[in-house]
């Protein structure tokens, strides 16, 4: 079973930084440019609810299978999943696509991925909206402090071994996969086809191991993201099993401009299990963020 792009939307298959990125685009082609990145272990299908409304209220919205995921490339090295390579490859998208104004929308790593891209290159980023993910310069020192975060981490160093992971995690189709994202979500989040969808995703030659190599490229350091410049929306589902809610306010304080909006009865899968509020916070966020401000001087004056 696999995932068919939502009416309006078409697949698209777009080389980026030296490798080929799939996924779905739909909304105008005059609209500001709306990215959704998705995370661990989904691809764009985790955007199910997001997509159509996004587009609706004039986005053109692309949602990419980041690299590794699905039949996206799979490069074989761990150091090509380093977030400097990952954020180039959001890079590259947004400079291919010729939209003058982009908004980054990332989930998890997907977020992790935008908070660089933001930090970098903040000339290509005009919004950002980031769903339970770290600013990628907070989490070390955040462990440090709060060494409960150590035991809801405890999956990562797992990760980090070699093929044991991906033994467990393809034995009996999935099957851990599979309980990790409904014992972590509220009651019927993922519905069976759901399940059946993803595992689709995870069958795809190499893409569980390049799934991983995401954490297991965490062990090859990388240059610190910095601070964010451009407007920032974070939305933290409180009940999160694998962050902690305090991360959510110390990677605000790496923004100039940010604002949080807590979901105490959501998860890590908020965009799933709050899904209007999520795209209604969303779409309010891209209206503010493009409309003009006082002093602003008008296009060609």
Known sequence: MSAAPPPGFKAFRRKVNGIVLEGVEGGPADGPLCILLH?????????????????????RVIAPDQRGYRRSSKPVSIRDYRLPDLGEDIVSLIEASGCRETF??????????????????????????????????????????????????????????????EALLRAFDFALLKQALCRTSRPGTFS??????????????????????WYRALRH??????????????????????????????????????MLRRFPDATHWLHLEEPKAVTAATVEFLREATRPRAGDVPSGA
């Open 39 to 59: 995370g661990f272990p989904e691809f764009w299908w985790g955007w199910r609810h997001q997509l159509e409304p996004l587009a609706a209220a004039g986005s």
């Open 104 to 165: 980054i929308v990332g989930h998890d790593w997907g977020g992790v991925v935008a908070w660089w891209v933001a930090a970098r290159r903040p000339d290509l980023v005009s919004g950002l909206v980031i769903l339970n993910a770290p600013h990628p310069d907070v989490m070390r020192p955040y462990l440090t402090e709060h060494p409960t975060q150590l035991l809801r981490s405890a999956y990562v160093p797992f990760f980090q071994l070699s093929f044991i992971p």
């Open 192 to 213: 069976d086809r759901d399940l059946e969808i993803y595992a689709n995703a995870w069958r795809e030659p190499g893409a569980l191991s390049a799934m991983l190599n």
């Open 221 to 258: 350091e990388s240059p610190e993201a910095g601070v964010v410049p451009v407007r920032t929306l974070v939305l933290w589902g409180e009940r999160d099993e694998a962050l902690q809610s305090g991360l959510a306010p110390a990677s605000l304080n790496r923004c100039k401009d940010g």
